[in-house]
């Protein structure tokens, strides 16, 4: 049974950062396309970052609204994939999710991802 548990949301203020965690069972995190969704209230579920690392190397999709700002990392040896998310702004505020695609990264959109966490809520406040 393949479950994504994600933690490491909360509040903060603008120009603050959080470290987003998302522990994987039932799957391996290395070789399969692993992502970051968001979603705020009232909004489609977007993409904020794909990638797939293979061998040490990374192979990423930055969302434009993160570039610079947020970067990924994961541990494979504890099945963990990491969100640093830098110099928040107050339209970062939603509920992240993490998800895992079965196969090679393609495009950025939650309806090509097969799992998904329950999400934790990262709220930034101005």
């Known amino acids: 049974q393949v479950q994504l548990v994600e933690s490491g949301g909360g509040s903060v203020q603008a120009g603050g950062s959080l470290r987003l965690s998302c522990v994987v069972s039932?799957?391996?995190?290395?070789?399969?396309?692993m992502g970051w969704f968001r979603q705020a209230p009232g909004k489609e579920r977007e993409g904020v970052v794909h990638?797939?690392?293979?061998?040490?190397?990374?192979?990423?999709y930055y969302a434009d609204s993160v570039k610079g700002r947020f970067t990924i990392s994961q541990d494979n040896a504890k099945n963990t994939v990491y969100l640093q998310m830098n110099n928040l702004q107050p339209e970062d505020t939603a509920m992240y999710y993490c998800?895992?695609?079965?196969?090679?990264?393609?495009?950025?959109?939650?309806?090509?991802?097969?799992?998904w966490g329950r999400g934790t809520q990262v709220t930034v406040s101005s």
């Open positions: 990638w797939r690392e293979s061998d040490g190397t990374y192979y990423i």
């Open positions: 039932g799957y391996t995190t290395s070789d399969n396309c």
């Open positions: 998800a895992v695609r079965s196969r090679s990264c393609r495009n950025l959109l939650s309806s090509e991802f097969n799992y």
